[in-house]
């Protein structure tokens, strides 16, 4: 009886042992229930050993590493998932909200009244939509504004008989007094790698910013006077370099600096910051294997400031340790220390769409103001060249980090998390120094080019 005792202990463990071995681990989802309005499930993990994986009758790739990724449509109301390996067979239950469909927004005409900005940093944009590459400038508390026309939550801006703009109505409050705006003067200065012009009023107006191949066309509006009145500047771009719009008292002055090249090929008189996305609670992507994307960034970041000082930079973090660190403190951050250049440190993650574990690899980098472009197409040739990795391509978004012109800023997403096959780069124990080198030398390369 003993004897038998034992035997079953000895069995039961090893069969124990061997379902965990080879059973897989499902990342995403966490449950078996789930509620989504998305148009998508996915279902990411790790095979065991020589363990093959089927999901609703299709074979699932699996990296060298166990690693897997797949999408599956969604029909409105319950979807029955089925995944199947050697060892198990679970059920996996999505409900897809029904979504209404929205309606056409209507535009209403209103009588031309006066308004005033809020807040600084408020968005006047060129279409009545909260996200996207719409700006046309950031205004100032204090400014004020013409709206004659409504559509959903934003307000129409008369700017002047050709140009129109929008700005949300929580961003704007009826004007409590009656103003006509004066012009008093314009004046330009330059000097040996900068430039500074203003233009002075007796009141605070829109302004937008606009960049052609050569120019910069800064532009304010007092259609209070007249819908022809526009007073623009007209602004050579040097090739590499950023600026700043700053108001007073109805007084704009607009700063145009040139990035000097630094001498010795190295990277001395340069201020960078370097941003490990995301940090604390904020986990960002996790990888088929569990990895959080956080934790990757920092090591990448981590690595990266060493190699930039050891070429001479002034490097700044916004985190060295996992915590939490809001968008709105990076950028502060940059600013209050006056960088030349800001890399924000990110791995990707797959959007609302169907999975293609060929399409959805490889790295990116993304710019939002016109002088980052170059730097992001250098640093995008170096990184594909030493990784060896997809090149996806430069894009452009608004991110937050992004939008600051005092700045050259470009956000790196150097591979997928949820892609099997990136999966294998980025758990390599080389990966965050090698990545790091590459954006160092595509930096580098970046200031060697003509000034």
């Given at each position: 009886m003993k004897i038998m005792r034992v035997f079953l202990i000895i069995l039961f463990t090893i069969?124990?042992?061997?379902?965990?071995?080879?059973?897989?681990?499902?990342?995403?989802?966490?449950?078996?229930?789930?509620?989504?309005?998305?148009?998508?499930?996915?279902?990411?993990?790790k095979a065991g050993k020589d363990e093959s994986i089927v999901i609703n009758d299709e074979r699932i790739y699996l990296a060298s590493n166990g690693a897997f990724a797949h999408s599956v449509k969604l029909k409105d109301g319950e979807n029955r998932i089925i995944i199947k390996s050697n060892y198990s067979t679970q059920v996996y239950k999505v409900?897809?909200?029904?979504?209404?469909?929205?309606?056409?927004?209507?535009?209403?005409?209103?009588?031309?009244?006066?308004?005033v900005v809020k807040k600084d940093n408020t968005p006047l944009r060129k279409t009545p939509i909260d996200f996207g590459m719409n700006r046309l400038s950031h205004l100032f508390e204090g400014t004020y504004i013409i709206v004659n026309g409504k559509k959903g939550d934003f307000y129409r801006v008369l700017l002047s008989k050709d140009d129109e703009a929008w700005i949300h109505k929580n961003s704007v409050?009826?004007?409590?007094?009656?103003?006509?705006?004066?012009?008093?003067?314009?004046?330009?200065?330059?000097?040996?790698?900068?430039?500074?012009?203003?233009?002075?009023?007796?009141?605070?107006?829109?302004?937008?910013?606009?960049?052609?191949?050569?120019?910069?066309?800064?532009?304010?509006?007092?259609?209070?006077?007249?819908?022809?009145?526009?007073?623009?500047?007209?602004?050579?771009?040097?090739?590499k370099y950023t600026y700043e719009t700053i108001s007073y008292n109805g007084v704009y002055v607009f700063k145009v600096n040139e990035i000097c090249r630094p001498e010795n090929n190295t990277l001395e008189g340069l201020t960078i910051v370097?941003?490990?996305?995301?940090?604390?609670?904020?986990?960002?992507?996790?990888?088929?294997?569990?990895?959080?994307?956080?934790?990757?960034?920092?090591?990448?970041?981590?690595?990266?400031?060493?190699?930039?000082?050891?070429?001479?930079?002034?490097?700044?973090?916004?985190?060295?340790?996992?915590?939490?660190?809001?968008?709105?403190?990076?950028?502060?951050?940059?600013k209050n220390n006056f960088s030349n250049l800001f890399i924000s440190i990110h791995l990707n993650s797959i959007p609302d769409i169907k999975f293609d574990i060929?399409?959805?690899?490889?790295?990116?980098?993304?710019?939002?103001?016109?002088?980052?472009?170059e730097l992001a197409e250098s640093v995008l040739n170096s990184l594909t060249c030493t990784l060896n990795t997809r090149k996806e391509g430069v894009k452009t978004a608004s991110f937050a980090v992004l939008r600051p012109t005092e700045y050259i800023g470009i956000l790196v997403?150097?591979?997928?998390?949820?892609?099997?096959?990136?999966?294998?780069?980025?758990?390599?124990?080389?990966?965050?120094?090698?990545?790091?080198?590459?954006i160092a030398e595509g930096i580098l390369n970046f200031t060697r080019t003509e000034y």
């Open positions: 069969i124990f042992n061997l379902n965990s071995a080879f059973a897989y681990d499902l990342v995403l989802p966490k449950e078996k229930k789930t509620i989504t309005s998305s148009n998508f499930a996915f279902f990411v993990g409900h897809k909200i029904v979504q209404e469909k929205s309606l056409e927004l209507e535009l209403i005409d209103l009588e031309p009244q006066l308004y409050k009826i004007a409590e007094r009656e103003i006509c705006p004066k012009f008093i003067t314009m004046n330009s200065e330059t000097y040996k790698n900068a430039s500074k012009h203003t233009i002075e009023f007796t009141e605070k107006l829109p302004y937008t910013i606009r960049e052609n191949d050569k120019e910069i066309v800064f532009k304010v509006y007092n259609p209070l006077v007249s819908e022809n009145s526009i007073y623009t500047v007209n602004i050579r771009k040097p090739n370097v941003d490990a996305g995301h940090g604390g609670s904020e986990k960002g992507a996790i990888g088929c294997l569990g990895n959080c994307e956080k934790d990757i960034n920092l090591k990448i970041a981590t690595e990266l400031k060493d190699i930039l000082s050891l070429m001479g930079a002034n490097v700044i973090m916004t985190r060295e340790v996992d915590g939490n660190v809001e968008l709105d403190e990076r950028v502060k951050l940059a060929h399409k959805n690899k490889g790295t990116s980098v993304y710019y939002y103001n016109k002088n980052s472009k997403e150097v591979a997928y998390m949820v892609n099997p096959l990136d999966s294998v780069l980025y758990t390599k124990s080389e990966f965050p120094r090698e990545t790091a080198q590459a």
